[in-house]
């Protein structure tokens, strides 16, 4: 049983959550596919883009209230969640983080052609970020995630609205 929390409505703090990071520096853009076997209330898997235990930002797939929704909870001090419903596939979900000039932009996709915009936020400025696969079950443990497709690039620079 693993989690990433920071304090907002339940009061405590947990740096648990399984995360392999590499270091990146600069402006990014990072994506991965993700495939799960989510179940439980909070099964969770996706990106994490990460600062410190007290700066950081997943983004991802979790089960809440039932359903499998779109998420992410940005955390510079304490954590805010937002969701939204998932209409993919079983085959799973593309995600997209581009960090850069102090702006986290998050994009998903059902097919990595069309990406449309989850979330647009100021993100802290940092020498180096840890970018990478994140999973979390914070009820249970034997959640199965597969995660392919990751890369780190530099910062596409698209236009808002360019959902390529």
Known sequence: MCDFWQQTHYGFCRDTGHFLGVSVTGDFTAQVHVQGD?????DQAGLMVRIDERNWVKTGVEVSDGALMLGSVLTCGQSDWATGAFDGASS???????????VMRIQHSSDALRWPL???????????????PMCCSP??????????????MPALGKDLHDLT
């Open 38 to 42: 989510f179940k439980t209330l909070y």
């Open 92 to 102: 799973g979900l593309w995600l997209r983080v581009t960090v850069a000039n102090g």
């Open 118 to 132: 989850l979330r647009l936020a100021p993100f802290p400025a940092s020498d180096v970020y840890a970018v990478g």
């Open 139 to 152: 009820e249970r443990g034997g959640l199965e995630v597969v995660f392919s497709h990751f890369e780190v």
